[in-house]
């Protein structure tokens, strides 16, 4: 049986987006340093399981959001889906954060929200009652 270890990120400031998620999530820094042949810098944040990775390359300046293209461009990040146990108290976490949660939905077997993050990343938050 395969198991998904991790996803790798560009984003412009890897540690802040690292302690946004361990807030949200409990989550913890698993390593951080330069990324391969020093091409800028990784942050790897999770559980012992599974992590993201969040990285910048040399000049976080280049990381320009493109926006709303993920859902048409091959290959783009859609989004990160995260299952938590108290989805109330993650979206309150989310909004004391300054993020805005939204489409909000009651589905079988579950509930969620999505926000997108100081990077425009969307991030979907759900919960399995």
Do not use: C
């Not at 990381?63 to 109330?88: E, F, M, W």
């Not at 993650?90 to 993050?117: I, N, Q, T």
């Amino acid at each position: 049986m395969a198991q998904l270890e991790h996803v790798n990120i560009t984003v412009s400031d890897p540690k802040r987006t690292a302690a946004m998620l361990s807030d949200l999530f409990g989550w913890h820094t698993r390593w951080e340093g330069q990324a391969m042949a020093g091409l800028g810098y990784t942050v790897h944040v999770g559980t012992a399981d599974s992590y993201i990775a969040v990285y910048s390359g040399s000049d976080p300046a280049q990381t320009v959001p493109k926006a709303d293209a993920s859902y048409q461009t091959r290959g783009g990040l859609n989004h990160i889906g995260v299952v938590v146990d108290d989805l109330d108290a993650v979206e309150a976490k989310v909004k004391a954060l300054g993020f805005e949660a939204h489409s909000h939905a009651d589905y079988e077997p579950g509930r969620r929200f999505y926000f997108h993050d100081a990077d425009g990343v969307e991030i979907e938050v759900v919960s399995y009652d």
